[in-house]
């Protein structure tokens, strides 16, 4: 699923390029994709782009008379800049944005359709759709402090979950947790200030570092590898790679549809965390400790 990083790279490539443009129509293959009825969809053709931004995991392009376009691409969504008018062609394509300077396409890999757009009039109903979490790259101690402590969940539950943290999904919150060097099952009403702090400045590093990097990587052109595996990782899609710090083989907790990617060596104290499904597997023959698994 696309995070701040990847989120404000669409975010600055759009404006650069239909910021001043006029959305001139809008089609769908897939009217599933519309989620709201009031405003109507074709209330947005024919007005002015006055900006874009991200609200949360959402790309956002505001349009004259504040009216807003909010989409989220979910796990599989994508975006992509054609020549103006090219074709909604291909299964996985769901909506075409045509603006006087070029067409913005919407893609859904896989066969769940999650991806949404929303159709709002003014601040209130565009900010009705954030789920209230703090911006994690400018939040001060205290703020962040706050936000964390506010419920007692673990840590990679406490930086998934849009209403504590937005904008931060199951990739970024691996590797903001293997730079803050804290467990992803680690309450957080049991993190000590200064462990909070580390954690806030993990957050923000990891999230600016990342961000910078897929500008840099970007360049002039439009974001087209959106992907939550990418090379210079340090755990996320790595298990059994190597760690970059200590050269521990990666770690994984597998749930539902997501994972926890970590290393046991510098998370847990070479701790293995329980992974429901091949603990059920093994059974007594679980290994407890990284030491432990490396002997077998």
Request: charged fraction near 25%; charge should be positive; aromatic fraction near 6%.
């Amino acid at each position: 699923m696309p995070e701040i990083p990847d989120v404000d790279v669409y975010v600055a490539a759009l404006a650069s390029r239909i910021v001043g443009a006029t959305l001139t129509g809008i089609r769908l293959k897939s009217p599933f994709l519309l989620r709201t009825v009031a405003p109507p969809l074709r209330e947005a053709e024919n007005r002015q782009v006055v900006g874009v931004r991200r609200l949360g995991k959402r790309v956002v392009i505001a349009l004259g008379d504040d009216l807003f376009l909010a989409i989220h691409l979910m796990i599989a969504g994508r975006l992509h800049w054609k020549a103006r008018g090219a074709p909604l062609s291909g299964k996985l394509a769901l909506a075409a944005f045509d603006f006087t300077t070029g067409t913005l396409t919407l893609t859904e890999a896989g066969t769940k359709k999650r991806a949404s757009l929303h159709v709002v009039s003014g601040e209130g109903e565009l900010a009705a759709l954030g789920r209230g979490g703090i911006e994690p790259i400018e939040a001060g101690s205290s703020e962040f402090r706050a936000a964390l402590r506010r419920e007692n969940r673990t840590l990679k539950r406490a930086l998934t979950d849009p209403s504590i943290f937005s904008g931060i999904g199951n990739t970024y919150s691996d590797e903001i947790l293997h730079a803050a060097k804290l467990s992803p099952t680690q309450l957080t009403r049991n993190l000590d200030d200064e462990a909070v702090e580390r954690l806030r400045d993990a957050t923000r590093t990891t999230l600016v570092a990342w961000r910078d990097r897929l500008f840099a990587e970007a360049g002039e052109g439009f974001p087209e590898k959106v992907t939550a595996f990418r090379p210079g990782m340090a755990v996320h899609g790595r298990f059994k790679q190597p760690c970059p710090d200590c050269g521990a083989p990666v770690q994984r907790i597998v749930y539902a549809e997501n994972e926890a990617n970590y290393c046991a060596r510098c998370q847990t104290g070479g701790k293995l965390l329980a992974d429901r499904a091949r603990s059920r597997l093994l059974g007594k023959d679980w290994p407890k400790s990284l030491e432990e698994l490396e002997r077998r």
